[in-house]
């Protein structure tokens, strides 16, 4: 009987034991399903639809996929970069989420501060896959740069801390423009994309975006598709910082495409230089960030500046006068050399004197020169059409009349160098002259222009200045070194001697050979009684005035003020 108790007994204790480790397990899991939960986001749509005050209407779709027993959620919103929110909502497959304090299901809550909107939303769900829609309006996010307005907005900002599957993101405009003035970027995970859709619809499309990550998507429009008087759109900001007005050229008018704007010059000091550059404004006090618009309109200001106020039309003036003095008749005239010299040295005195004292080194960096090659396009343009030239009077003296034979004697040789020396003389000063008389444009545009300046007519103007001043004292000092016979004596010693038995061995192949020698050979040192260094000299002078012209309009120049203003007064519309 004993024995039968003590079996009962030990059969209750396991019995005991083993419904209590029954309990415990059953308890454990029960904890972990009701405390273990995670969830990440499966898909977020957003439409962006731009209003024509510059207001815009977010609408968003974001799908979770939720594990586990949830009850609430936040939305975050930085208050950086606009001005306030209105119209907030949340809403799910259910319908519209009142907004009160309440904490009850399917209730939301905004709570700001300084820096953010946090909305907390109340609901219940378990193990499920829900849509919120999250729509609401956004005032003064749109920043007007005058000619141009932008769009600059995080689709997904970095405080998620789960990762999103796919993001489609769809900008709309207010209104339809071309394609190419719409520009497009954007920033985030580098397997996203966008496409212009149209001339009004932008997408932006991202895969597996991983958590705390941001993307964002910039566009720039054209603003007349908007009207941007209201607080809807934020204005224009000031000057950049450490940056100052100067004294003088403060709102001048200049116009483009019939527009009128305004030019501020600018300046600050910069390791014991000071260097200006242009701030510019429309009528309504926008400012131009524009890079096309803005080169444009600080050419024209530029071109203002130094019309006018630094008394380059005197200057241009002074050189139509001088440059007058080259006639062809100089060649029959028995000029003393001493008078031709005294021409040459007017000159080269004038080369010198070009560059104006308000763009001299002291404001500017002394390490800046002209690049070589647009010293070079500029002489092989005037190369090319000065050796065409020669070639063709050539070709009509002596291959079309049958002049010229396969004797190569000195004599022949001789004969055909002194035709050659009147012919380079004629094209030298028809060179000369073609540039004379379109520095002679460029004077009669600024002698008779009146304020304000277009950029059409400001362009017009740099553009025969530069040509016609460079081939005018280039070709110019070039005749008047042909004046002399010594110049000759050694060309003929040094070059033609050599070099033209060869050129008049086959007269139906002189052309060719002449036109290759004359444009090739003439650059080389053997080629000197040209002078050829002399005139690369010559248009390298000239063009570093105009090189320090473009150091107050051309952004692409690396050394540029222009390039370092432009980016700063970009960075500080940013700010």
Known sequence: MKMLKRVNRRVNLLGLIFILVVIQIFSFNTLKSIFARDYHIKDVQILVSINTDGSFNWTENRTFVLNGDFSWGTYELSKKGFNRLENFSIQ?????????????????????????????????????????TIKYKIIGGIKDFGYTTEFYWKFIGSGWVVPTNHLKATVILPKEVKLYEINVSAHGPPQGRFEKLNGKEIVFEVDSIPSKTF??????????????????????????????????????PITLESVTYYAYEIERKE?????????????????????????????TATVTKYAKKLNELKKIKDEVELLDKIKWKLIYDETPYSIIKTISDDIDTLILEKIPKDLSEEYLDSSISVPKSIIMELNDKFLNEFTEFVSNDMTEIYIDTGELTSDTSDVSALKVFGVIKVVIRKEVFNSFKKGFNELKEAYNIIESH??????????????????????????????????????????????????????????????????????????????DPFSYNKVINDIESISSHFMLYKQFYDTSLDYSITKKVYSEIILNSLR
């Open 215 to 252: 993307v964002e998507g910039q566009i720039n429009f054209p603003s007349r598709i908007l009207n941007l008087k209201s607080e809807s759109a934020s204005q224009s900001t000031p000057i950049p910082k450490e940056w100052n007005s100067s004294k003088e050229y403060q709102k001048i």
């Open 92 to 132: 799910d497959e259910v319908g519209l989420y009142l907004r009160n304090e309440s904490g009850d299901d399917r209730t939301f809550e905004i709570i700001e501060d300084s820096e953010k909107y946090v909305v907390k939303y109340f609901y219940r769900v378990h193990d499920a896959e829900k849509t919120f």
């Open 450 to 527: 009146k304020d304000p300046w277009s950029y059409e007519d400001a362009s017009l103007f740099l553009e025969k200045y530069e040509d016609g001043e460079a081939r005018a004292i280039a070709y110019g000092s070039w005749f008047l070194r042909s004046l002399s016979s010594s110049v000759w004596k050694g060309s003929w010693n040094n070059a033609f001697k050599q070099v033209l038995p060869e050129l008049i061995s086959e007269p139906a192949d002189f052309n060719i050979k002449f036109n290759k020698w004359f444009s090739d050979d003439v650059k080389t040192e053997n080629a």
């Open 271 to 299: 390791e014991n230089k000071l260097i200006k550059g242009w701030f510019i404004i429309d009528k309504d006090n926008r400012i131009v960030l524009s890079r096309d618009y803005y080169e444009k309109l600080a050419l």
